[in-house]
């Protein structure tokens, strides 16, 4: 079987796969797992051998022409490269584990095959976007992520908070995708086409007219779906789905779209010294901004989603300063170190009942409790926090080493300007992720106060893809050297500098954070926080006790994303600062101020207008003819005297007004 026929299978299987099981899974409930397993694990595996057989050398370029359409073709093509076989193995282990998790959290939904067929149609339009090789065919899985996000995180749509949050997550990314369909379609004009290695040949020749504009086209979509700053603030709330999805959506599909498609166009952003410095400014206020709300958050999964927003800053701060193989070394490390951050947590929630960090940092034995979550998310946080040797130190110092070279002058494919933005804000972003990962970790963890619940043991298979994701999480870095031939052949070694630089801030992150708890222990005690969102019932799904733990959350503590806990470090080290981070630093009320209440305030004018002014016209015409049918049948008497009397003076009227008309006539 060939590369390209192997490629042609590994979106088709997740396909089929959900096909099948949205067409049994009522008939033949037994055959949904299977069907939600076994498709994307051989995705997985046809993945791997097709990573294997390219090998790190000369893309695969294979096409047939899909529709003609008078002008520009739209093929049905695919191209794999190095990054494009690695991102499809992260694609297909990460859609297995999460496949293989949520058979043991969701095993008692009602909805688990709906659920599991949506994951594998997730699958398959992310493995869609990483092979295609035409943007038309691209840009149709990248809105059935769209549409499957939709359905995901409002999973739990009996609470308010999963179905505001899909609808946010909706209108969002396709708020973005406006202006990204614009970009393509201007890059097609440009280049005469719509496949990649077309685009990539013109932008080789010069023959983009328009390359500032198209890349700030692109840009925009590119933010909606990999949620940077602007458009980022529907990350946070999507933690309101189940938290499979969460892990699924920020370690390996939809957030890493965005990411993945300017690497694969590179070229054409770098034809723009300006929109390389607009991307570096998005990065540099993306990391830092997420950083700090990730500081301020009470919820486990609203720290991990800020905690995403701030890594795929880096990613497009790597592409800002022209190194897609940092941005991809980092891309592919963060997907298992936050996957297997999102699962652990979904177990940690399970345990303590509650999602409330505050409310876990009241709780003695946690740990105890669920050692396999313990463990794996200490490597996990390890990894974000960019300690050597776990994964996360290799991949975020490759950024690192990239905007050093740029902003000293040691390459010239971005401006200096972007070199130094994203350089400075990756140094001050380190300090801040290994604070808010080790303030997470000490809370969580290491607790005071009433014991933890017990709930047992988890389900083997959850505890068993902890501990498969937690091999890559620590040792995927030491592979360096061994994956560069994926990369272009480009080096991804750390250098001395940035790495004893960042290593040491973010010691130092650590370090603060962790004395600044140790300070603030003893107010736990004297401090009680309320603990009614801790419920513990040992016989219930994890899935359940999650949804039950972010509807409690608002109640209690009068906000979805904090709690006024004075043991809190993160109020020591924001300071003044705390409240603002806390709510993302009020963008969604900007936000809601520029455009939504606009919005709604023209919709209630124009309703008033429908109401007041059309229906007017049309009620008075109906009334109109209502009044005249009344007149009307008061003539109809069915008395024959009547009609003949009324004939009689109707002819008589006649005559004379005849008569008259007649001398008018003759006098004149």
């Not at 990054?83 to 859609?95: I, N, R, S």
């Not at 549409?147 to 995180?153: D, E, G, K, Q, R």
């Not at 997470?440 to 047992?456: I, K, N, Y």
């Not at 009324?646 to 008569?659: E, K, N, P, T, W």
Request: hydrophobic share 55%; net charge neutral.
């Amino acid at each position: 079987m060939t590369t390209t026929t192997l490629a042609v299978l590994v979106p088709l299987l997740p396909f089929l796969g959900a096909a099948a099981g949205l067409l049994l899974g009522r008939t033949a409930p037994g055959f949904v797992r299977p069907l939600a397993v076994l498709p994307t694990l051989g995705a997985a595996a046809l993945a791997v051998a097709v990573a294997v057989r390219q090998g790190g050398g000369a893309p695969i370029d294979a096409a047939t022409q899909l529709t003609p359409t008078g002008s520009v073709p739209i093929d049905l093509a695919l191209y794999l490269d190095g990054f494009a076989v690695l991102v499809a193995v992260l694609v297909g282990v990460v859609a297995t584990c999460v496949q293989l998790y949520s058979t043991g959290y969701l095993r008692d939904d009602p909805r688990y095959p709906s659920y599991a067929a949506l994951v594998s149609l997730f699958t398959s339009a992310m493995l869609l976007v990483v092979y295609s090789g035409d943007l038309m065919v691209l840009l149709v899985g990248w809105e059935i992520m769209g549409i499957c996000s939709y359905f995901l995180v409002g999973h739990y749509w009996e609470t308010p908070e999963a179905r505001a949050a899909s609808l946010k997550a909706f209108l969002v990314t396709k708020l973005g995708d406006v202006p990204f369909l614009i970009g393509l379609f201007a890059l097609a004009a440009d280049a005469g086409t719509f496949r990649i290695t077309g685009v990539l040949g013109a932008v080789a020749t010069g023959s983009l007219d328009h390359p500032t504009l198209i890349a700030l086209l692109l840009l925009a979509g590119v933010a909606g779906k990999s949620a940077q700053f602007p458009l980022h603030t529907w990350l946070p709330d999507a933690m309101a789905g189940p938290t499979p999805v969460s892990a699924l959506i920020h370690a390996a599909t939809m957030v890493a779209a965005g990411v993945y498609f300017i690497a694969r166009l590179l070229p054409v952003f770098t034809a723009s010294a300006a929109a390389l410095v607009v991307l570096a400014v998005m990065a540099a206020v993306t990391m830092v901004g997420s950083a700090l709300a990730a500081l301020a958050q009470d919820d486990i999964k609203r720290v991990l989603a800020y905690s995403t927003i701030g890594q795929l800053g880096y990613m497009t701060g790597a592409l800002a300063v022209g190194d897609r193989g940092a941005a991809v070394f980092h891309l592919l490390s963060h997907g298992a170190f936050k996957a297997l951050l999102f699962l652990a947590a979904g177990v940690v929630i399970h345990a303590a009942g509650t999602n409330s960090l505050a409310a876990m940092s009241r709780m003695t034995g946690l740990a105890k409790r669920v050692p396999d979550a313990y463990w794996t998310m200490t490597v996990a946080l390890l990894a974000l926090a960019a300690i050597p040797p776990f994964a996360g130190f290799f991949s975020k110092e490759a950024v690192l080493v990239a905007a050093e070279h740029t902003a000293f002058g040691d390459t010239d494919l971005a401006p200096t300007a972007a070199g130094w933005t994203v350089l400075v804000a990756g140094l001050l972003t380190a300090l801040l992720t290994a604070a808010y990962a080790t303030r997470l970790w000490l809370l969580a963890f290491h607790g005071r106060g009433v014991e933890a619940p017990d709930h047992g043991r988890e389900p083997l298979v959850m505890n068993g893809v902890l501990w498969l994701l937690a091999v890559p999480s620590l040792g995927l870095g030491l592979t360096v050297g061994a994956i560069a031939g994926w990369f272009d052949g480009h080096s991804l070694a750390p250098t001395v500098t940035t790495a004893v630089l960042g290593t040491g801030i973010a010691v130092a992150g650590g370090l603060i954070t962790y004395a600044a708890w140790r300070s603030l222990r003893y107010k736990a005690a004297t401090a009680p926080i309320p603990m009614d969102t801790a419920t513990a019932h040992p016989d219930e799904s994890p899935a359940a006790a999650e949804a039950e733990a972010i509807a409690a959350h608002t109640p209690l503590y009068g906000n979805v994303a904090a709690a006024a806990d004075p043991a809190d470090p993160g109020r020591v080290l924001l300071g003044r600062l705390h409240r603002h981070a806390a709510v993302g630093f009020h963008i969604d009320a900007v936000y809601s101020t520029l455009f939504v209440r606009p919005v709604r305030a023209a919709a209630k004018l124009v309703a008033f207008l429908d109401r007041e002014v059309v229906d007017t016209y049309v009620n008075g015409s109906g009334t109109g003819a209502r009044w005249l049918g009344a007149a009307v049948r008061r003539a109809q008497t069915g008395n024959v005297q009547t009609y003949l009397s009324v004939l009689l003076a109707g002819s008589v009227v006649l005559a004379l007004a005849a008569v008259v008309l007649s001398n008018v006539n003759a006098g004149s």
